[in-house]
């Protein structure tokens, strides 16, 4: 195995194609890097440069066009559905796709390998989940790979851990999980425990904190005045984020919050379910709702809409790995109300820093809703105390040292 020569050149692999949590908290990993901890960071991701922006400003950054991924096999499947005959034969072009897309696995394994000899890698750090391709091409060069698990992978990921045991064994050292719940699900899915470490997603709280400026600007665009009272719910809209949820709770405290708003920021791009968005959008629309929601879309300032707003809702139906909006809630001093299951217990200390609700219970969240909306001792305690919990426990530079002690263990 190639020894790691005071840890300089480190290449952090994401291969989502969508832009959500786990690429902002990479970027939040790495700008959280001192000078002093003598990292040079390689990024590898299948996002375009526009999209990435200025996310990584220091570090070396490379991309790949990725033309097959999960998308392709949803709409292949899809398309498949329509007509006797395509159903006849989807079987058969399902078990083409399969075999295709192992070899472009294989492929995009050579373009990591290149990259790894070309650039001195020392380090491969997949950024989110068993990521075949890269852990495939450090073994080829005898690099060790660290392995960041994000989410929750289906338990298919079993399987890959069997299959690759040889990999498990030599060339993944440390799997980190950004919640214990992770890393109990990675542990039941056959993942040596012993591998196992958690560490929280970092969050650079001053990003947000001096968003502030920003709120009335945003106020003023959505024609929102000073006393209504806004609760938002960022992130997809998409069915297991509990978008549906959160509108039929609104629907219910309407009944005693008069001058209660909701703001939804993000849109369906990463889904595949146009119904539900048409749902989502008709419900926004119906004359209990109409006037009372906005729908901002895809927003990439969204510290300044957090800063617009009063309460910020986790909603999730499935249990979250993390809930990064509930961090995010917390660093701008918002009022967070969050489910009770997943990773926001592990980030919410019930009635100090945010407010935890039974899963599922629109009821439940209808009243927190009505409460917090109804009490402003408690919205600005629950925010105070949410940034102070931000800084002392996820602050981007805490985290930043554990990350790397790990990679000197």
């Not at 097959?68 to 078990?95: A, C, D, H, Q």
């Not at 904190?209 to 929102?224: C, E, F, P, T």
């Not at 980030?347 to 820093?353: A, G, K, R, T």
């Amino acid at each position: 195995m190639q020894a790691i020569s005071n840890m300089k050149k480190i290449l952090y692999v994401e291969d989502g194609i969508g832009f959500g949590g786990s690429l902002i908290s990479l970027a939040e990993l790495i700008n959280g890097f001192d000078p002093s901890m003598d990292i040079d960071p390689y990024v590898l991701t299948y996002q375009r440069a526009d999209i990435l922006g200025d996310l990584f400003p220091h570090s070396t950054n490379l991309q790949i066009n990725r033309w097959i991924s999960y998308r392709t096999k949803v709409k292949l499947e899809g398309f498949l559905e329509n007509g006797k005959i395509r159903r006849l034969i989807k079987p058969l072009v399902i078990k083409g796709y399969v075999l295709l897309d192992v070899i472009y696995q294989f492929y995009l394994s050579l373009i990591v390998y290149r990259i790894l000899r070309k650039h001195g890698i020392e380090l491969v750090h997949c950024n989110n989940g068993f990521q075949v391709e890269a852990v495939r091409a450090a073994a080829w060069t005898g690099i060790p790979v660290i392995m960041h698990i994000r989410g929750l992978p289906d338990k298919s990921i079993g399987k890959k851990i069997t299959h690759h045991k040889d990999w498990v064994d030599k060339v993944i050292k440390r799997v980190i999980g950004i919640t214990e719940h992770v890393s109990k699900y990675m542990i039941e899915c056959g993942m040596p425990e012993g591998k196992l470490i958690t560490i929280f997603d970092p969050l650079d709280a001053d990003i947000y904190v001096n968003a502030k400026s920003k709120r009335q600007g945003i106020r003023d665009n959505y024609d929102l005045a000073d006393d209504e009272i806004v609760v938002a719910l960022f992130g997809r809209i998409t069915r297991w984020k509990g978008t549906l949820e959160f509108l039929q709770a609104l629907e219910i405290s309407l009944q005693q919050c008069p001058k209660l708003k909701a703001m939804v920021v993000g849109d369906a791009s990463d889904s595949e379910d146009p119904e539900y968005t048409a749902e989502i959008e008709s419900l926004a629309e119906s004359p209990i709702l109409k006037g009372r929601v906005i729908l901002t879309g895809f927003q990439t300032n969204v510290q300044d809409f957090y800063q617009a707003v009063d309460i910020v809702a986790h909603t999730s139906i499935e249990p979250e790995p993390l809930g990064r909006v509930v961090t995010e809630g917390m660093a701008c001093e918002k009022a967070v109300i969050a489910m009770d299951e997943g990773g926001p217990p592990e980030l919410v200390i019930d009635e100090y820093d945010g407010i935890l609700v039974e899963p599922r219970n629109i009821e439940k969240l209808a009243e927190a809703f009505t409460r917090v909306y109804q009490d402003a001792d408690l919205r600005k305690k629950l925010g105070e105390n949410g940034l102070k919990s931000v800084r002392k426990r996820f602050d981007h530079h805490e985290i930043a040292k554990q990350v790397v002690a790990l990679y000197q263990d």
